[in-house]
């Protein structure tokens, strides 16, 4: 358990729990989407936000655990509200179709949280529409059900005029990246290459009541690693396991970001241990958000 950290100006640190940080939140009014809600800082993100009466889609690939976990959830919290809906971001067919039923249900939308995720395999990997795993699933994935989704959201927030929020989950390791100019979108899909916020502006710009920021959740021995393989996999739990944040940790600043006042109108920031930190030179480069947003976009063909 991480106990070290000064708080911040939010008032809490890295040591806060996903309870601590949402305590006295009542979010009955809010409807909440959570991709890789089954293990990990997801499972726990989803626990909590139902700990605090927002009604949790839990978007997962495996419709069967996602059930489980529902089970479980109402055996510890008997009001919460949960569905659990079919998406694997590994195909872009099956974001467009988890979109379309969740558009067609009818349900408002409040908060999207982009949480699953995968280290970066041994090999090089491809996805289901042919494109680099990592990249598929951690971005363009995500990308596309953001926007797919984001109609939905502008609707809920005129009619409630309750603010959007819209969370990813990324990482610090974006700081040490591997290439000067930040990507190399030419070689995205280029096997020989393969090395293991724009958002925020164009809501802003547009004038809709949502947000959109991204943040780190800190080091957590989860089961993220198992992508690793061999001796990375031992070495990187051995290490998790005297220098990490435990999961109700790991999950405060995604709780933090989706549900506390405090961050209410804040949008393109970057946070972590449940606080806004600066990003990285790189992460902060307008120039290079909008070609990776252009990039991304030119994916919707019909090739995919």
């Known amino acids: 358990m991480w106990r070290f950290g000064r ?42 936000l139902a700990l605090r009466h927002v009604h949790v889609v839990i978007g997962v690939r495996n419709v069967n655990a996602g059930k489980k976990l529902k089970d479980d959830l109402l055996q510890a919290i008997p009001y919460a509200r949960f569905d659990v809906m079919e998406i694997d971001l590994n195909s872009l067919d099956s974001v467009r179709k988890f979109a379309s039923q969740f558009i067609f ?13 995968i280290l970066a395999p041994p090999k090089f990997t491809l996805s289901k529409d042919g494109i680099e795993q990592t990249f598929a699933v951690n971005h363009l994935g995500h990308f596309f059900l953001t926007n ?78 198992t992508s690793t393989g061999g001796p990375g996999y031992w070495l990187m739990n051995t290490i998790a396991k005297y220098t990490s944040k435990n999961i109700q940790q790991g999950a405060s600043t995604t709780c933090y970001v989706a549900l506390n006042p405090k961050v209410k109108g804040i949008t393109g920031a970057y946070f972590v241990d449940n606080n806004k930190v600066e990003p990285s030179m790189l992460a902060s480069d307008s120039d290079l958000a909008k070609k990776l947003w252009d990039y991304s976009l030119s994916f919707n063909d019909n090739k995919y």
């Open 148 to 225: 797919l989704l984001l109609e939905t959201m502008q609707k809920t927030a005129h009619k409630t005029q309750i603010e959007g929020r819209i969370i990813n989950v990324a990482s610090d390791m974006h700081r040490y990246g591997v290439h000067k100019e930040g990507i190399r979108f030419e070689e995205i899909n280029d096997e020989k290459s393969y090395n293991s916020s724009a958002l925020g502006k164009h809501l802003k710009e547009e004038g809709v009541d949502i947000t959109a920021n991204s943040l780190h959740p800190g080091l957590i021995a989860t089961n993220i690693f």
């Open 105 to 117: 249900s009818g349900m408002p939308l409040n908060v999207l949280i982009n949480n699953a995720g």
């Open 7 to 48: 708080k911040g100006e939010s008032g809490f640190c890295a040591g806060n729990t996903a309870e601590q940080v949402t305590e006295g939140i009542d979010g009955t009014a809010l409807t909440a989407i959570i991709t890789g809600a089954t293990n990990g800082i997801g499972k726990e993100t989803a626990r909590v």
